[in-house]
């Protein structure tokens, strides 16, 4: 067994290629979701059923008691966390910020920051040193909004994503020497969900054009890398933002 996994947001998209890829690599995965109960318990007994260890847990990633309740949860049926991907994260309705309502602006804070604050928080409190933990590894799911900007679509989203550059920096430095590892990937286009429910549907084909490699990216695409940072072969790198856009 490669060790135990967290990955929030996990049902669906790039969450779900992680978790599935994770369970492959030999990792026991907690899958999180919010409200798409149907694909994470879907994902998590094709997993059992393939001989792996899963299951399926819903919790709001920004509320600190259902945050805290997953993780009693996480180490009653799986044990003492080794790798954590959050990968939960909103954009909100496509639009200029002088159309966008304050409090669809609020809730992509609160996930997107505050939810990967959350569940860090919980991750470092059981695999740090300090803690009597094993140690372990952090991966943040950011995005190339974060230096884009994403003028006319969704600037508060690439804002919280700058925010997760920045905390994933500060976090691997505050805990590399008791054995954490903190990293971030940063992926482009990539056919999710996300698009449609930002009310443009025909968004990833459009920009998916402008992509220097010419395409928009897959989800395993994503889910590749980021177990790559939580390999040994990477046991070297912590506080690095992994951008990977097709050169975007």
Same mark, same amino acid.
């Given at each position: 067994?490669?060790?135990?996994?967290?990955?929030?947001?996990?049902?669906?998209?790039?969450?779900?290629?992680?978790?599935?890829?994770?369970?492959?690599?030999?990792?026991?995965?907690?899958?999180?979701?919010?409200?798409?109960?149907?694909?994470?318990?879907?994902?998590?007994?094709?997993?059992?059923?393939?001989?792996?260890?899963?299951?399926?847990?819903?919790?709001?990633?920004?509320?600190?008691?259902?945050?805290?309740?997953?993780?009693?949860?996480?180490?009653?049926?799986?044990?003492?966390?080794?790798?954590?991907?959050?990968?939960?994260?909103?954009?909100?309705?496509?639009?200029?910020?002088?159309? +966008?309502?304050?409090?669809?602006?609020?809730?992509?804070?609160?996930?997107?920051?505050?939810?990967?604050?959350?569940?860090?928080?919980?991750? #470092?409190?059981?695999?740090?040193?300090?803690?009597?933990?094993?140690?372990?590894?952090?991966?943040?799911?950011?995005?190339?909004?974060?230096?884009?900007?994403?003028?006319?679509?969704?600037?508060?989203?690439?804002?919280?994503?700058?925010?997760?550059?920045?905390?994933?920096?500060?976090?691997?430095?505050?805990?590399?020497?008791?054995?954490?590892?903190?990293?971030?990937?940063?992926?482009?286009? #990539? +056919?999710?969900?996300?698009?449609?429910?930002?009310?443009?549907?025909?968004?990833?084909?459009?920009?998916?054009?402008?992509?220097?490699?010419?395409?928009?990216?897959?989800?395993?695409?994503? +889910?590749?890398?980021?177990?790559?940072?939580?390999?040994?072969?990477?046991?070297?790198?912590?506080?690095?933002?992994?951008?990977?856009?097709?050169?975007?």
């Amino acid at each position: 067994m490669t060790g135990v996994i967290l990955v929030t947001g996990g049902g669906r998209g790039i969450g779900a290629a992680t978790a599935r890829l994770a369970a492959k690599r030999g990792y026991a995965v907690c899958i999180n979701y919010a409200s798409a109960v149907e694909p994470a318990e879907t994902l998590a007994a094709e997993i059992r059923d393939r001989g792996g260890r899963a299951f399926a847990h819903r919790a709001d990633v920004a509320r600190e008691d259902e945050v805290e309740a997953m993780f009693a949860a996480l180490d009653r049926e799986l044990g003492p966390i080794t790798a954590l991907v959050n990968n939960a994260g909103l954009s909100g309705h496509i639009s200029r910020l002088d159309a +966008a309502k304050p409090e669809a602006i609020r809730r992509v804070v609160e996930v997107n920051v505050m939810g990967v604050m959350l569940c860090a928080r919980e991750a #470092v409190k059981r695999m740090s040193s300090l803690h009597g933990g094993a140690g372990g590894v952090i991966v943040n799911i950011s995005s190339v909004a974060a230096s884009l900007g994403n003028p006319g679509e969704y600037v508060w989203y690439a804002a919280t994503k700058g925010a997760v550059d920045s905390f994933t920096i500060g976090l691997a430095k505050e805990v590399a020497k008791e054995g954490i590892r903190v990293n971030a990937v940063a992926p482009g286009m #990539v +056919a999710t969900e996300i698009h449609a429910a930002g009310g443009d549907a025909g968004r990833l084909e459009r920009v998916g054009k402008t992509v220097p490699l010419g395409r928009h990216g897959e989800v395993e695409e994503i +889910a590749e890398p980021v177990l790559w940072l939580m390999s040994h072969e990477a046991r070297y790198i912590t506080g690095e933002i992994l951008r990977v856009s097709g050169g975007r």
